[in-house]
Each structure stands twice: as structure tokens, then as C-alpha cells.
């Protein structure tokens, strides 16, 4: 008797003897959460190559290298070009369309204007993906808990045909309904880290970004009135 019901309550029984609803529960949880450590595994990746390209151009840019010389290091495609290369190509690309003598501020303005727009680029690049571990974070334990929600009616509905009830009736069903909780969980809990982290990482590089175009323009505005 207790083999049996041990049997009865394993992990791969209660799966497939859980009801048609519930299991399309557990299996739309269980591809939410491998396709969110998919998005996970490569944002973390994507963030560190960012971070580690940001550091790289600040660093060259700093030493103090000619920004003629510089601009064609970054569009001599011989190189990975991270996001500030590229708020720093479009910037100069623009300030350098003007003619000498050109007003500066028409000169500044339109080459804030060009970085900007590539800012706004390179921010989405990193945000892609995260919209979707915020929402799997947020609404996972709720599909979860209605698998559990109905998986417990399926337990107490079954009462209904037996003279007495007994611990053994019912645990079944409630823990077939319980796992589909612990799977909301199991998907919610690392996208709702994930989704912290990098968001913050975003965050952090995004205010480098912004520190970099007003640095450069000060730079170029300088060159301009020389």
C-alpha cells in the first residue's frame, strides 16, 4: 500500500495523470522558463561585451587620440564597435558635414541631435528582451497558481463519487496542482532577478552614454571656436 501510493504521488505520475488543463499549464510555464534562461544566457553576454567595449573606447578616447584618427578607427570595420564607438561616429560624422566658420551652435545642435538618435538605438539594443522577463516575472505565478486553482476543484469534484473520503483521494490531485505553483515560481523567480540586474546594468551604461555625449560635445564645441 505504501509503494503504491508512493508511486501514485512521484513527480512523473502526478505530470501525467494531472488533467488536460492543468498540463497545458505546466508545459506553457515550462516553455516560458527555458525561453526566458535562453533571453537570460544571452543578455548576459550582450551586457558584458558592452560594458567591456564601453571601457575599452572611454579608456582610448581619454589617452588623448587625434578624434580624426579616432573617427576612422571606428568606421574602418576591422574592429567590434561598441555603443559609445558609435554615439562618438555619429556625433563627429556630423560635426564634421559643417563648414569652417559655420555657426556653432547649428554646428552643436544638430551634432547632439545625431547622437541622440544613436543613444536611443543603442538603448533599445539593450532593453530587447526585457519587456518579455518583466512580464514572465509578473504573470507566471498567476498561471501557475490557476493550474493549482483548478487542479484543487478537479480534487474536490472527485470527492463527490466516494461514500468516504479519505487523505489518499485527495492528495493526489492537490499535489498535481501544487506542482503547477512551484512551476509558475520556478519560471518567475530567475527572470525577475535577471530583469533586475539588467535593467540596472542598462541603467549604469546608459548613464555612462550620457556623460560621454555632453564630455564630447564640450570637446567638439571647443574645436569649433578655435
Known amino acids: 500500500m505504501n509503494a503504491a501510493l508512493t508511486q501514485d504521488l512521484s513527480l512523473v505520475s502526478l505530470i501525467s495523470s494531472a488533467s488536460v488543463l492543468v498540463q497545458l499549464v505546466m508545459v506553457l510555464l515550462l516553455l516560458t522558463s527555458l525561453l526566458s534562461w535562453w533571453f537570460i544566457f544571452r543578455k548576459f553576454f550582450v551586457i558584458r561585451k558592452a560594458v567591456k567595449e564601453c571601457d575599452e573606447f572611454e579608456d582610448l578616447f581619454w589617452r588623448g587620440s587625434d578624434l580624426n584618427a579616432l573617427y ?14 558609435r554615439i562618438f561616429e555619429a556625433g563627429f560624422r556630423e560635426f564634421a558635414k559643417h563648414p569652417s566658420g559655420a555657426d556653432i551652435r547649428v554646428v552643436m545642435d544638430g551634432t547632439r541631435r545625431a547622437m541622440r538618435a544613436t543613444y536611443q538605438r543603442e538603448i533599445d539594443k539593450l532593453e530587447t528582451h526585457l519587456p518579455f522577463l518583466a512580464t514572465v516575472g509578473s504573470v507566471s505565478p498567476y498561471i501557475g497558481l490557476f493550474g493549482t486553482v483548478w487542479g484543487i476543484m478537479n480534487a474536490f469534484r472527485s470527492l463527490s463519487n466516494v461514500t468516504q473520503a479519505t487523505i489518499a483521494h485527495v492528495a493526489p490531485g492537490i499535489a498535481e496542482a501544487l506542482i503547477a505553483t512551484a512551476m509558475g515560481l520556478f519560471a518567475a523567480i530567475p527572470a525577475v532577478i535577471a530583469y533586475n540586474r539588467y535593467a540596472s546594468n542598462t541603467d549604469q551604461l546608459a548613464s555612462r552614454y550620457e556623460s560621454f555625449m555632453e564630455e564630447l560635445s564640450n570637446v567638439l564645441q571647443r574645436r569649433a571656436a578655435e
Open 72 to 85: 576612422q578607427r571606428t568606421t574602418n570595420g576591422r574592429h567590434s564597435v561598441g555603443g559609445m564607438e
